[in-house]
């Protein structure tokens, strides 16, 4: 305090005139003495703290908080947690419980709110579900009642006139068929391509000897250049597409009670119906609880006596194309083959789909795939084909698809430098290779899982596709390659819209036997199950990080450098690789297992002379133990013997059900001698 006061007097003295207590003036006139004796008169120094508290006073406190603080943090934290262990522990005790029981409350009040507004969805799609199956007769049941007490006075004739108008106005206002009417009219017809089919000197010369997806091929721009159009037909092309697309992005989401729900669809009607029943037989023998739509094209498919049996057997219920399309619409597009596919697909009742062909068997239960982290990202699954997508510049042009810089290597051979390819004119590396358009592995639609209204722009485009494929699109998506139809015309569509989808990461593979010759005969396409492949593949890339090398590697690729580079891979990760990828579908089509076909004179070869799948464990590293050739025939003679009783479909497909039981049950009987599973035989969903 001394040296402060000394401050302030020297200050004082020597500028006396820049600071002056607002309560006393000094008197100039006053000598030095007299000065001095002022400014340390009691007077003056209250004046001085007076002055000092009004000009500095949140400065000064904050000094001395920050003093305060520095100095008794420590002990008034300690001084606090004494006292709250000693004294008041019960109290804060009882506060933090009451708050934490308000809290737990307040997040299960949350969740059971959630879980009403889940389960009244739940019932909502029930509801219309039910409202849907069961339409025509709600509808026309409730319309004849009123009719009923209205006309009860009038003749019975007029009564059943009447009744009879009201049934099919009702029947003709069916929301789905108006909704399919307004899709083939207004979006796929209304932009139908205006000039004539193809001519052989577009379509350019077929690709021939199409290569693997596993195979390193450079499908560079200029190879794949085939199709040429000249500017009036490009023209022609790119208006139309460019419409057709800006109409389906104005589109709304159908309605939800036109698709709802989860299921699965097969398309099999006439012949292809029985080997439909063995596949439904599968799905429920590998724990498949979904209800299956069984798409049939016209109604001259439709067996009441097979249908019935269907839906009180299997939870499967038949559905005729024909049925839903108008009389004017059927004529006019004229569609048939892979484009009723499709077809059957968009009238199909369920939003998520999962799409079986005929001759597709679950290994692992489908139902699953609707959970799976893949397509909950995506909600659109795909299968790989065998091929590489070879589809024409051209589409990508007409499509207003661009492509961007290389980013992919299926050209590359694991071990080769990316960095020296990148170099390469981006018109000599292979054009899949390229950012923005669709990986160069090719799709197939055995099996796909969608969700309908989710893509239903994508998918009314990829429609469109097969609508006018065979005169217009798929000479550009294949150029000649091997199998094409639908298999395809998904990823472009996606594309288009840019739409997100998920490939399963594991190339498919041809299984079969070998001929008394020595040669391969294929006979079944093998697809992988999506979340085992990816948490391998996710292993794979990290792997591959981990020693410094480009994570775009294939582990499935034909090549000696990958196959090395795979097995050191397992070898390094030993214990640690706690997933290999699983089988989830044989897409078996050669001979397909329906006793129609397969005691058919003509076919690939004479299927009951051998086994189909080779040797019971040829393949057990892949399938597994169980002998799925004589579990599948089992089924196949089930359907034959006792499966279909309706005496009328065995006449519409020309065949003599004794005859036909009689022969596969010798096959049956001849894949018993080697077989070494004793399992088969006990199925939980038919009786043997």
Partial sequence: MACFLVVVVLLNVTAITFHKPSTTLIDSKQGLEQKLDYLFSDEYLNALKEDLESSRKEELLDEIKAELTKEYKDKFVEKLHVEFSAKSKDRYEKEFKQQLHDEINRHYTKKFHETRVKNYNLLEELRMKYFRDNEELLKSEAALS???????????????????????????????????????????????????RLTDKEMGDPIRGCHRVVNTVNYDRDFLSRVKFDSERMDDFKSLHSKLVKSLRRMDVPPADLFNGEGIVISGGGEYFAGALVAIVQLREAGSKLPIELILDTHEQYDKAVCNDLEKNFNARCVVIRDLISNEIWDQLKLSSFQLKILGLLVSSFDHIISLDADNMALLNPDLLLTSEQYLKTKFLLWPDLWQRTISPAYYEIAGIIPGEVTKRNRLANGDLFADYAKDPWDKVHFHDLDNIPDATSTETGQMVFSKREHFRSFILSLYYNVYGESHYWRMFYQGSPGSGDRDTFVPALHVFNEPYHIVEHATWLAGFREESGRFQETTIVQYEPTSTSKFADSWRSWLRSKGMDSRQMYDQDTGQARSQLEEFKNEMGEKLTVTPKVQFLHIHRPKLNPVFMTKPEGYFDCFKQRNLDLHGHYAEHFGETDWELRFNLIVQWVACKGINSDNWWKSVDRDQKKVCEEVTKYVEFLKLDTKDKSPQKFTSIKI
């Fill in 146 to 196: 009123l009719l009923n007490k209205v006309l009860k006075d009038q003749p019975k004739d007029i009564q059943t006139d009447l009744k009879k108008k009201v049934a099919d106005e009702l029947k003709s206002e069916m929301s789905l068929k108006s909704w399919l009417g307004f899709v083939l009219t207004d979006i796929i017809k209304a932009h139908a391509p205006n000039m004539p």
